[in-house]
């Protein structure tokens, strides 16, 4: 068989790769010949592996033609002997697919590094045939299975690195065999069992780390045995027992993190010295007790120090020669004895020149505050001391720390003034003074922290006034004075700025004056409490424009007048206090419309008329109205007399009205039967006139429904911009093409969900249109508020505008709160829709285009043409047990629940699953039908592998960039919050509705995640 026949036979196995030795021992061939027909199994397998990778976006495979050798490849190394492929490297290539099985045919492969991808599905067991592999390297991907036991064919490994993936079952007792393993890595990934004892007889290992995992029992003792080992991580497990003592032995140890378990017992005397190489020591969140061993002093290389969370007990010792300790955490520990000499060591952390977070809060720690504080090293960021029994005052030396930003001394018994040089900290984020015996004026000073995201004094002895500078600290989110002895006015630059969005807590204090009205500037504030004031004059009407509000406390103040009608805007307040006051006139309707207002109390003041009986007012828990003497009717548990308007006056009076009565019978009677006439004639001729006036009026106010005023085009028509009112009153006009089909449907569906809704985050309509047009033709609108800013989708994907645009170069970008604060607003309408109106509606087609803007950047959910009454709010059909329904797939490709393609009918999961999509897009900027998703890969997927250590990456990067005049939320907890947003995302797509996260949970998670990220 000559040559030209071999390369025939060999063509023929490229399906199922050949193996070269067995062509060259078949046909006796030379060695020559094995060497040739060794690359092309080589090339072959690389063409396989290719064809297993379904996502190429870097273009990576390009170059993995014949146009040149294999060993030119992007990615592969060759050796230079035999010019066989001994490496192949993909990292970081946002590959997705799977790792081919012929993979195992790569024989005189050594390294395999894929890590940092999007791959899946199982490994691979034919790895366990790459006998010359020295280093497998596939962690940070989305792999799934357990681990192969055929790796323990690789018997010269060192390096096993599998970490952050979804590999489930136990480590494999088969891999003890792997006697070369140096490095053995599966973290973050879904692992149980036990840490198996034979990882004590891999005497070759030195990093072992498992952390995040499910794995339980207690540490083995053989770890002992591991002289080599210099990396332990075993953190955020199911761990118990105690650290067997040999372990301690182990010289050469670098890393122990062993935090986040059920471990306990205490730590040897000797520490320091028997783990003299040490660079961080993590035991955090676990059941230690004790003592902290002085000799860890000894440990001159110890960077990070954990132990937070824990029953150590006595006093921390000198750390004076750990000159590189960067952080040090003993949070939440019973240390100290509550006295003099508690804070000694604290001298010893001037030696420490790169500390960067000093947390020894929570503990029971007395003494004085020292003065050399101050000559800690400049690069201290996080200084937490709070919660401990210190006193003294703070010293004023602690402004030389100019890179601080967080500085906790809150719970503690300092006292003195607040020193004026706390305003030279340019950095600092966050200041918490409170519950101190703190005297004297706030600083003006303080006005100068441009970067203060969160200030609070409460519960100290302050006097005088707020400091108007404060106004200057423009990314101030909450300002915290409860419960002092200020005094004076409340200036108009504090109570007016913009950027207080958390909360603002000005009671328990002794401020006069009214209310300023700059108060409406607080239209992101969450909570606002100024009870137990002497603030007097009328509740200004521009309170109403706080539309976030929450919880508005007032209690116990001068205040007088009426209750303003605005506030009937705040839709969102959950509790309101007006108790204790001088308020007069009737209790406003609009408090009934207050859908989730839980608690209103509006006791003890001079309110009259009738009590209503609906909303709040059902519950006589939730309302009180108690010391209003001139108040009737309500529900019976108020107790309150009966309303009664109107009585007979007197005798005389009766016997006129009778008369009255008697002559003006006739008269009625003939005046009824004429208007009756009048009006059927009325009818007639103006019934079709009346319609023609509707049409005509929208008609005008669009200019003809020109194409200069269209705003869009949707499924079933289109929208158009209109004035009314001669230009006092912008509308945006549905108009349904009656052409198409399911347009007329679409109409009465959205009709029928608009009239039995109202929420702060539905698209308000204000009228409808069903009427003719100017040619006879049948004429149907919907007429609605106009949302100035547009829709969503306008600012995730805007289209370019033209040259000669007014506003040409102004950038459509959305920083992270704002697109947070639309995402807890969609998700607030749906929580509305699902589970507070009569029947449950679901949308059906939720997606960026139909989320609008108005003038705040408050999002509104309109569009409701495919909405549906649902009256099973969990409704789930299993596909596999429900025959098909006839409604067809709802919505938009992409945001559409996978199980409406599958016939189920439409339930509140479908639009969890739309929301979970529509978050996604928010914070990635990719749509769900974005050209990169193909395949496996779509926008679910692409999320969820990346996350959490990937997120900056995938997310719009636009959220990293701090613009002027936004808030600086500090890039760590730009990414932590972003982590969980997404997180929401991924846990509201999933493919199964009964795992989807509730919309309710998503509320509250994303409320929590804004209180986070703004401190």
Not at 50 to 73: A, E, L, R
Not at 856 to 878: R, T
């Amino acid at each position: 068989m000559g040559h030209s026949n071999l390369s025939s036979l060999v063509s023929l196995c490229s399906t199922t790769i050949c193996s070269a030795l067995v062509v060259v021992s078949v046909l006796g061939i030379g060695s020559t010949t094995y060497a040739i027909e060794g690359k092309e199994a080589d090339r072959l397998a690389l063409l396989e592996f290719k064809k297993g990778i379904t996502h190429d976006p870097f273009m990576v495979f390009s170059s993995w033609n014949n146009s040149i050798g294999f060993c030119q490849w992007q990615g592969v190394t060759c050796g230079h002997r035999h010019r066989r492929v001994t490496k192949l490297r993909l990292v970081a290539q946002n590959l997705v697919g799977s790792i081919s099985p012929f993979i195992g045919n790569l024989s005189f492969l050594r390294c395999l590094h894929l890590q940092s991808n999007s791959l899946i599905h199982e490994i691979p067991p034919e790895i366990g045939r790459l006998r010359r592999l020295r280093e497998l390297r596939l962690h940070n991907n989305t792999i799934s299975g357990r681990i192969p036991t055929n790796v323990s064919g690789c018997m010269h490994i060192e390096v096993l690195s599998l970490a952050n993936n979804y590999l489930v079952g136990e480590i494999p007792v088969d891999l003890s065999s792997l006697s070369k393993l140096k490095k053995f890595s599966v973290g973050y990934n879904r692992l149980k069992g036990i840490i198996p004892p034979f990882l004590g007889n891999l005497s070759s290992l030195e990093v072992l780390s498992a952390p995040f995992n499910n794995l339980s029992g207690s540490i083995p003792h053989s770890l002992g045995n591991l002289m080599n080992l210099e990396y332990i991580a075993l953190g955020a497990n199911l761990l118990s027992g105690t650290i067997p003592a040999r372990i301690f032995n182990l010289s050469s140890i670098t890393n122990f993190d062993v935090g986040v378990n059920q471990i306990h017992g205490s730590l040897p005397l000797d520490l320091g010295i028997t783990f003299p190489n040490l660079q961080n020591l993590a035991l955090s969140f676990n059941q230690f007790t004790g003592s902290i061993p002085p000799s860890i002093s000894n440990a001159s290389n110890l960077g990070f120090l954990t132990i937070a969370g824990n029953n150590f007990t006595g006093n921390i010792p000198s750390l004076e020669k750990l000159q590189k300790l960067q952080w040090l955490s003993t949070t939440g520990n019973p240390l100290g004895r509550g006295e003099a000499d508690d804070l000694s060591f604290l001298f010893s952390l001037t030696n420490a020149t790169i500390l960067e977070l000093l947390a020894v809060n929570n503990n029971s720690l007395g003494g004085v505050l020292p003065k050399y504080i101050s000559n800690f090293s400049s690069t201290l960021k996080v200084f937490l001391i709070d919660e401990n029994n210190i006193a003294g005052i703070i010293p004023s030396g602690i402004s030389n720390l100019f890179n601080l930003e967080r500085l906790y001394l809150r719970n503690n018994q300092l006292s003195g003034t607040i020193p004026h040089d706390l305003g030279k900290l340019q950095n600092l984020q966050e200041m918490l003074l409170s519950d101190n015996k703190l005297s004297g004026n706030i600083p003006d000073s303080l006005g100068n922290l441009s970067r203060l995201i969160r200030l609070d004094l409460k519960s100290n002895n302050l006097q005088g006034s707020i400091p108007s500078s404060l106004g200057n600290c423009q990314s101030l989110l909450s300002l915290d004075l409860y419960n002092n002895s200020l005094s004076g006015a409340i200036p108009p630059q504090v109570i007016g700025l913009s950027s207080l969005s958390v909360y603002l807590d000005l009671s328990q204090n002794h401020f006069t004056g009214s209310l300023p009205i700059e108060v409406g500037n607080l239209k992101n504030l969450g909570a606002l409490y100024l009870s137990e004031n002497m603030l007097s004059g009328e509740i200004p009407s521009s309170l109403g424009s706080c539309i976030k509000m929450e919880y508005l406390a007032m209690e116990e103040n001068l205040f007088l007048g009426t209750i303003p009608s605005s506030l009937g805007s705040l839709r969102g307040l959950q509790q309101l206090d007006l108790s204790r006051n001088n308020l007069s006139g009737k209790i406003p309707d609009f408090f009934v419309d207050l859908k989730v207002l839980e608690l209103l109390n509006l006791s003890y003041n001079n309110l009259e008329g009738l009590v209503p009986i609906g909303g709040v007012f059902k519950n006589s828990t939730a309302t009180s109205v108690v010391g209003n003497n001139l108040l009737c009717g309500g529900i019976p548990e108020m107790e309150l007399p009966k309303c009664n308007f109107g009585e007979p006056k007197k005798k005389k009076k009766l016997t006129i009205i009778l008369i009255v009565f008697g002559i003006l019978g006739t008269t009625f009677v003939i005046s009824f039967l004429f208007i009756c006439w009048l009006r059927k004639k009325r009818t007639e001729s103006t019934s079709n006139s009346s319609e023609n006036m509707s049409y005509q009026s929208l008609s005008k106010a669009t200019g003809g429904f020109s194409p200069n005023n269209l705003l869009g085009v949707g499924s079933f028509g289109s929208v158009y911009k209109g004035i009314l009112d001669e230009g006092r009153k912008t509308i945006a006009v549905k108009v349904l093409n009656l052409l198409q089909r399911g347009a007329a449907k679409s109409f009465l569906a959205e009709c029928e969900a608009l009239r039995n809704i109202r929420h702060r985050n539905l698209l308000k309509v204000l009228t409808v249109c069903s009427s003719v047009d100017f040619h006879g033709n049948d004429f149907k609108a919907l007429v609605y508020e106009f949302m100035i800013h547009g829709s969503l989708e306008d600012w995730l994907h805007p289209v370019a505008q033209d040259q000669d645009e007014e506003h040409e170069h102004e950038p459509r970008n959305l920083n992270l709160y704002q697109r947070l604060n639309i995402a807890i607003d969609v998700a607030s309408a749906l929580e509305y829709l699902h589970y507070h109106c009569q029947m449950p509606i679901v949308h059906c087609d939720l997606k960026p285009s139909n989320v609008l803007l108005d003038d705040e950047m408050v999002g509104h959910v309109g569009d409701f043409g495919l909405a549906k009454f649902s009256p099973k709010v969990n409704h789930i059909i299993n596909s596999s047990n429900e025959q098909s329904s006839s409604i067809g797939i709802r919505g938009t490709i992409g945001y559409t629940a996978p199980e409406y393609g599958m016939g189920n009918e439409v339930s509140v999961y479908g639009d969890v699953y739309s929301y979970g999509i529509l978050l996604l897009e928010m914070f990635t900027k990719k749509g769900p039908t974005d050209g990169m998703f193909q395949g496996a890969l779509d926008l679910h997927s692409f999320v969820k592998v990346a996350l959490p250590h990937r997120v900056m990456e995938i997310t719009d990067p636009i959220l990293f960039q701090e613009r002027e005049g936004e808030r600086n939320f500090g890039r760590n907890k730009i990414q932590e919050c972003l982590i969980s947003i997404l997180g929401i995302g991924v846990a509201c797509s999933t493919n199964q509705p009964g795992e989807r996260m509730n919309i309710i949970e998503v509320v509250a998670q994303l409320h929590m995640i804004k209180k986070k990220l703004v401190g």
